[in-house]
Structures are given as structure tokens and as C-alpha cells.
């Protein structure tokens, strides 16, 4: 049995192999915590980016998508609090050079109990079967014990971060004795705050006033264009404005390959609402969002909802939909309510009303807003890492499958003809010109028949289709299954309407509407 850890190296290497992920720049060696998609990954990547723009834009009457520029008036990052609040807290240990987000060390430590708990737990429904889990966890006198132990650390935690408290935090550090995973000691730096903006400068002079930065999220490019979209689209409260695109993060700690960049995408929507609504939109948004993520067939015990210890400054509510990464659960997507700070921020700093006038209040308001927020990277990593498989087939050898969500998959159907003789091919070339209307399809002549299935096994494709002797004589096909391997032969002419029912993006967006 190989580790989760054996198994994160082995997507890693297979996402290198087969096309979907390459290091940046690779031939200087690569540039930390930056990542380039390649041939299959970039068709994966838009068709993760597809499934949301569509659920958000296309299935929903109220929510229309733009595309705003990546770099913006540098007074919008001081009126959303980046410029003064976007700062991760770090600590470095003194022996090993290395640097930490403090906060991640708390909480991976905090996790480790969790992690003893559930250990004893199991051990003691082991012993006494038939007896109902969560009675061990209220009178286990060792689970009591290391749940009082977490929850004292964890209201500290909260209350240091609360108060801006630095000391206390590294405080906690000491206290709990958590040690460099390089070094082993605990010879740690005071904690400090570290702004995570990339900035540049914009002209041929540079000086302070010239400074611009990299947007480090997609959502200020919406808030700004509140009310353009509002007035040109004659949007009514409740609505939402989407949009997908790079974000950019100075990330201390860039580990674990796509799910923590310094360059990233996200897929964010805020949607505005009524004061004094905005409980309702975020309970419905959680549930919609949570539903979203669950049709895509991936197990349902990887997702769980992880309420924020600390709200930002701008939030009355957030949570984090949390999936389980090879390295164990870990944001995917937030879920906040911002109440009106950023467009009350905005009215501030530029001096323009963005208000919305109540026909049915007949009055005006600045709008709450709902925000979902995913990450496309990590959603390709959580999609990637679960769909890959090394199976032991049926004669013994090992099959790697990706088996992705059919709608996903970067390649659809595969065409093959048995030979490249006897009219197979040219029989061949003829579905792959009928189906590549609709499907990226693909053609393959080289190499033997099994081996053709295991390439596209191994990125995924949901269907090949090969072409043989009797393919000539009766036009009919056989079709393979990549999940059952099984295969079926059937006409040439039920094909499009056969791979349509399982690959269109349709059928996909049906089960979240
Ligand atoms: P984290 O706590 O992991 O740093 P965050 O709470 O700062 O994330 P948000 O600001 O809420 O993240 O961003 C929304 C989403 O954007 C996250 O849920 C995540 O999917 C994605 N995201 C954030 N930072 C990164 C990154 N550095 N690389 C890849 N995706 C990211």
C-alpha cells in the first residue's frame, strides 16, 4: 500500500509526464511556487473554469460575468485594507534558516490533537463495539483530555490574532513546544507581519506615487465596477457579478505543488444584497456552492465545512468549504458574507456614491454582499489527486487512470483504426471529423492497440473507439468504457448521441440547477 504522501508524488510526476503540469521556466530551474499548464492540463483547466462560468453566469438570471484588468488604481488597495492589513504573520527558525506562517504552525498543531482524538476514539469503539462514537468522544477521560488541551490553545490563538497580538502568538508557540520540521529545535525569530502584495511601477518613471500592484484577488476589480454593471445591465438587488482570473500572492510558505502559488486563479462572484439579508444569501450560497462541488462524483466524505476562527475585517460570517487533499483537509473555497465594507470603503476613498435605489423601500442603500471565492488551481489539484488511480487489471499488470468527471476530461473520445490498412483508417478519420464538431476528439495510429488505451487511460479520456475489419462491412464500432474497460459495439451512427449523454457539460450542469 503506498502512503498518501507516495501517491502526491506519484500525481506529481504523472501531471509532468502526461502533459498537464510543467514547473515554470523549468529549463532555468524553475521558478518557486510557480507553475505553467500544459497541453491536456490548460483543456482540464478550462473545462473546471467552464463548469463554474456556466452554473454562476449562464444558470442564473441575476448574475452576469466581466472581465476586469489586473492591474488597478493603486487607491483601491489602500481603500480594501491590502495595503495596510494583507500580511501573513511569520516566524523563522534560527537553525534551519527556514520561515513559517506562524498561523499554520498553530493550527498543524491543532490538527495533530485532532488527529490523537480520533485516534482514541477509534481505539475505544474498537473495544466496545456497538457503542455510539460520539459517546467516547463526551466521557473518554484521555479524549476530554486532549480536546480541553486543544480548545485552550485554540481560544488563545483566536484572541492573539483578535488583537493584532504578535507576542501571544509566539507565545503559543513556545508553549505547545512545536519544533522546525527541518532543524527538529525550537529556536525560533519574534513573529512578524509580511505584506503579500507584489508591486511594480507603471511608466518610465519610478517613484512612489508610480507604484501599482498585482492584484492579489479578483473580487476589487467587481467591487469598482458595481455600479457600471449595476446601471448598464439594469441589474435589480439581489444580483451577482463573476468573474475568473489571475490573482498574485508573495507566499512565504509555497509548498504542495498547484494548491499554494505566488501566481493563481481565481473564480470569484459577489453577489449584493438587501442589508439585513445577507444571513439568508450566505446560508443559501453555502448550501449551493457545497452542492456544486458534490456533483462532480468525487466522494462526499472529502468535503467538510471549516467555520473561520477569525473573521477578516470585513466579514460578519465565513466559512471554508475544505477538501481532502493527499495532505490531508485544506481549503478549497470561502464562502463570506463582506457585508458593505468594500463598496463603503470605495465611496470613501473615491468620493462616488454606490448606492442602489430600493424601488420596493423606495430608498437607496450601499448593498451587503455574499462572495464565493474558489480557486481554480486547487480545484484542479483536488479534481487531479482523487482521479488518479493505479489499478491492477485484469492480467496482472497496472493500469494508471485518471478518472476524471466525464464533462472534464481534456480529451473526450479517442479514434482508433485496429490497423492502418484495409480502409480502417480512412473509416477512422471519418467519425474523428463527425465528432470533432462537437468534442475535442482525438486520432491515434501508433503503436499497438492496448497501448493506445493506456495513454488515454492514463489523461483521462472517458471513451475510444476503435475501428476494425467489421467496421467496413457493417459500420458498427466498438466502444470502450475507460472506467469499466469494458467494451460495446455498436453502430457508427448511435455514437454522437452515446458520448453526448455522458461527456456534454449539460448533463452536469442539470444536477446544480
Ligand atoms: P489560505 O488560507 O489557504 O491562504 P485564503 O483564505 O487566503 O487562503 P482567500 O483569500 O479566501 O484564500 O482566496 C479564495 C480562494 O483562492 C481560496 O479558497 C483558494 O482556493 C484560492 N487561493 C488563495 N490563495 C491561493 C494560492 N496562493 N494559490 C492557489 N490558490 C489560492
Known amino acids: ?13 504523472h501531471a ?61 488597495w489602500k481603500a480594501s485594507g491590502h495595503v495596510d492589513a494583507f500580511n501573513d504573520p511569520l516566524i523563522d527558525n534560527k537553525d534551519s534558516k527556514k520561515r513559517y506562517r506562524a498561523d499554520v504552525l498553530i493550527e498543524d498543531h491543532m490538527a495533530k490533537i485532532d488527529d490523537k482524538i480520533n485516534k482514541e476514539v477509534e481505539k475505544a469503539a474498537k473495544r466496545f463495539e456497538g457503542f455510539d462514537e460520539a459517546m467516547f468522544r463526551s466521557t473518554n477521560a484521555r479524549v476530554l483530555e486532549y480536546q480541553a488541551k486543544k480548545d485552550e490553545i485554540h481560544a488563545r490563538f483566536k484572541a492573539a490574532l483578535e488583537a493584532g497580538n504578535l507576542e501571544e502568538v509566539k507565545q503559543i508557540i513556545v508553549d505547545c513546544e512545536i519544533v522546525c520540521p527541518i532543524s527538529g529545535s525550537r529556536n525560533w525569530t519574534d513573529v512578524r507581519q509580511f505584506n503579500l502584495m507584489f508591486s511594480t511601477s507603471m511608466g518610465a518613471v519610478t517613484d512612489e506615487s508610480n507604484i501599482i500592484y498585482l492584484r492579489p484577488e479578483t473580487a476589487q476589480g467587481i467591487f469598482v465596477n458595481y455600479l457600471n454593471v449595476q446601471k448598464t445591465g439594469r441589474m435589480k438587488i439581489p444580483f451577482g457579478i463573476a468573474q475568473t482570473g489571475k490573482a498574485f500572492r508573495n507566499e512565504i510558505v509555497a509548498r504542495q505543488f498547484i494548491f499554494r502559488m505566488r501566481e493563481f486563479e481565481q473564480m470569484e462572484m459577489q453577489f449584493f444584497v438587501r442589508p439585513g439579508t445577507e444571513m439568508e444569501w450566505y446560508e443559501k450560497w453555502k448550501a449551493t456552492r457545497i452542492a456544486w462541488h458534490k456533483a462532480l462524483g468525487i466522494d462526499e466524505k472529502k468535503y467538510r465545512f471549516h467555520d473561520h476562527i477569525k473573521l ?17 483537509f485544506k481549503e478549497l473555497e470561502g464562502i463570506h458574507s463582506r457585508t458593505d465594507f468594500d463598496l463603503k470603503q470605495h465611496e470613501q476613498f473615491s468620493g462616488k456614491k454606490l448606492q442602489y435605489f430600493d424601488p420596493e423601500l423606495n430608498a437607496s442603500y450601499v448593498p451587503y454582499v455574499v462572495e464565493t471565492s474558489v480557486g481554480l488551481d486547487r480545484l484542479f489539484l483536488a479534481i487531479l489527486s482523487t482521479s488518479f488511480k493505479e489499478e491492477v487489471v485484469d492480467n496482472g499488470e497496472t493500469r494508471v487512470v485518471l478518472s476524471l468527471p466525464p464533462q472534464l476530461a481534456p480529451i473526450k473520445v479517442a479514434v482508433f483504426p485496429l490497423m492502418g490498412k484495409d480502409g480502417m483508417p480512412e473509416k477512422a478519420m471519418e467519425i474523428f471529423n463527425t465528432l470533432r464538431f462537437d468534442h475535442n476528439v482525438t486520432y491515434e495510429e501508433k503503436d499497438n492497440i492496448g497501448k493506445r488505451y493506456r495513454r488515454q487511460d492514463a489523461i483521462g479520456t472517458p471513451y475510444c473507439i476503435t475501428v476494425d475489419q467489421q467496421s467496413i462491412e457493417d459500420n458498427t464500432v466498438t466502444i470502450r468504457d475507460r472506467d469499466t474497460m ?19 457539460m449539460k448533463y452536469l450542469l442539470k444536477k446544480v440547477s
Request: no cysteine; glycine share 6%.
Open 1 to 13: 500500500m503506498s502512503t498518501p504522501e507516495d501517491q502526491f508524488k506519484n500525481v506529481i510526476s
Open 16 to 76: 509532468k509526464e502526461y502533459g498537464f503540469i510543467f514547473q515554470s521556466s523549468e529549463i532555468y530551474d524553475g521558478l518557486s511556487a510557480v507553475y505553467d499548464y500544459g497541453q491536456n492540463g490548460a483543456e482540464l483547466k478550462k473545462n473546471i473554469r467552464d463548469y463554474w462560468w456556466k452554473s454562476m453566469v449562464q444558470m442564473n438570471d441575476n448574475i452576469v460575468g466581466i472581465d476586469a484588468a489586473i492591474f488597478m488604481h493603486p487607491t483601491t
Open 312 to 328: 477578516a475585517h470585513y466579514a460578519n460570517a465565513a466559512a471554508d468549504i475544505e477538501f481532502e487533499f493527499p495532505f490531508g
Open 486 to 504: 469494458k467494451q460495446e459495439r455498436v453502430a457508427i451512427s448511435a455514437l454522437p448521441a452515446m458520448i453526448d449523454e455522458k461527456v456534454n
